[in-house]
């Protein structure tokens, strides 16, 4: 089992920037990529940034040059560094591991006033 918590998600306006966490836990050995996912409200959940274990990186084409994704393998961290964030951002940002299985964290919201 994997274990995934989320933080940094909040209420920013048009343009600003927040960091998201996800601190990993359990059984990490398994996990081949860590990856951010966000689910706005009526939308499919979609894949916005990924990280291999190797540090490959992977963005969804509406985030390219704003958000930034990077790992701290140490702490057992993954981040997502968003800039010039645009109220289309907003949704539920979650923290996924992927390997054997894929692990979901609890969500952390982002809101984006314009």
């Known amino acids: 089992q994997v274990q995934l918590v989320e933080s940094g998600g909040g209420l920013v306006q048009a343009g600003g920037s927040l960091r998201l966490s996800c601190a990993a836990s359990?059984?990490?050995?398994?996990?081949?990529?860590m990856g951010w996912y966000r689910q706005a409200p009526g939308k499919q959940r979609e894949l916005v940034a990924a990280?291999?274990?190797?540090?490959?990186?992977n963005y969804a084409d509406s985030v390219k040059g704003r958000f930034t994704i990077s790992r701290d393998n140490a702490k057992n961290t993954v981040y997502l560094q968003m800039n010039s964030l645009k109220p289309e951002d907003a949704a539920v940002y979650y923290c996924?591991?992927?390997?054997?299985?894929?692990?979901w964290g609890q969500g952390t919201q982002v809101t984006v006033s314009s």
């Open positions: 359990g059984s990490i050995f398994s996990v081949q990529a």
């Open positions: 990280i291999t274990r190797g540090g490959v990186t």
């Open positions: 996924g591991a992927m390997g054997p299985a894929h692990y």
